[in-house]
C-alpha cells in the first residue's frame, strides 16, 4: 500500500543554519505531496504542497520539490531559525479514498 | 474563527470506561476526520466523513464508533477503553478534501489505566 518514509528524527540545528529533511514515498500513480509542522502543544498546520511532478511547494522560507524520478520530496530551508524548531510531517494523498498517509514525523530543534 | 475545537484537552479513563472525544468545526467543512498519534508512528486515520450522514473507516477503527449527524460536529466514541488506546487523538477538518489541506485541532490527550 501507499507509505511515506521520512528520515529519522531528531534533528538538531544551529539558527541560520541549512536544513533538509527527507522524505520518499511509495504510492500507485501521482498523489499530492505535502509537508505539515506540528509545534509544540498545537495541531498541525499545512506547511506546503504540490499536486504534480517538478512542481515547487513553498512558505516561510520553506521549498519542497515533486521529484517522480526518485519518488521523494524533501523538505530544505536555507537559514533556519529558533521559531521552527517543530516536529514536520511529510504526507501523501493515497489509500483507497485519497486521505493523507503520514510519515512518522521529524523532530526539529534549532539552537540560537 | 475558533477552526476545529476539540473537548476535552486531557483525560484519564479507567479500562472498560467510554466516554466520547468531542470535535466541532465553524468552517462549514465537509470533511473532518480522526487521526490518533503515537510516538514514533506518525498519524493514523481512525474514522472520517465526506459530509453530514456519511461515515467510513479509516486505517485502524477497531474500538473506536463515529457518527456525523450535522456538518459541524464529528464526536469519537471509545466503547470499551483499553490502554492500547492510550494516545493523542487529533480532529482535522478539511473544504474538499486533502487537496485543500486540513484545519487540525489542537488535541486530546487521553490515558487509559
Known amino acids: 500500500g501507499d507509505s511515506v518514509t521520512q528520515m529519522e528524527g531528531p534533528v538538531t540545528l544551529s539558527e541560520e543554519a541549512f536544513l533538509t529533511i527527507n522524505c520518499t514515498y511509495t504510492a500507485t500513480g501521482y498523489p499530492s505531496l505535502f509537508w505539515y509542522v506540528q509545534y509544540p502543544g498545537e495541531g498541525l498546520q499545512l506547511l506546503l504542497k504540490a499536486t504534480k511532478a517538478d512542481d515547487k511547494g513553498s512558505n516561510k522560507g520553506f521549498e519542497a520539490t515533486y521529484r517522480k524520478e526518485t519518488t521523494s520530496f524533501h523538505l530544505e530551508k536555507g537559514s533556519v531559525q529558533v521559531s521552527d524548531s517543530a516536529v514536520y510531517f511529510c504526507?501523501?494523498?493515497?489509500?483507497?479514498?485519497?486521505?493523507?498517509?503520514f510519515g512518522k514525523g521529524t523532530k526539529l530543534s534549532v539552537k540560537p | 474563527n475558533a477552526g476545529v475545537t476539540q473537548t476535552p484537552k486531557f483525560q484519564v479513563l479507567k479500562t472498560g470506561q467510554s466516554m466520547t472525544l468531542q470535535c466541532a468545526q465553524d468552517?462549514?467543512?465537509?470533511?473532518m476526520s480522526w487521526y490518533r498519534q503515537d510516538p514514533g508512528m506518525g498519524l493514523r486515520l481512525i474514522h472520517y466523513s465526506v459530509g453530514a450522514g456519511i461515515t467510513d473507516q479509516g486505517e485502524v477503527p477497531n474500538g473506536y464508533n463515529v457518527s456525523r449527524s450535522t456538518t459541524e460536529d464529528f464526536p469519537l466514541r471509545l466503547l470499551s477503553a483499553a490502554p492500547s488506546q492510550t494516545s493523542v487523538y487529533f480532529c482535522a477538518s478539511s473544504y474538499g478534501g486533502t487537496i485543500y489541506g486540513y484545519t487540525f485541532g489542537s488535541g486530546t490527550r487521553l490515558t487509559v489505566v
Open positions: 504526507a501523501l494523498e493515497g489509500g483507497s479514498q485519497g486521505n493523507l498517509i
Open positions: 468552517m462549514n467543512h465537509e470533511y
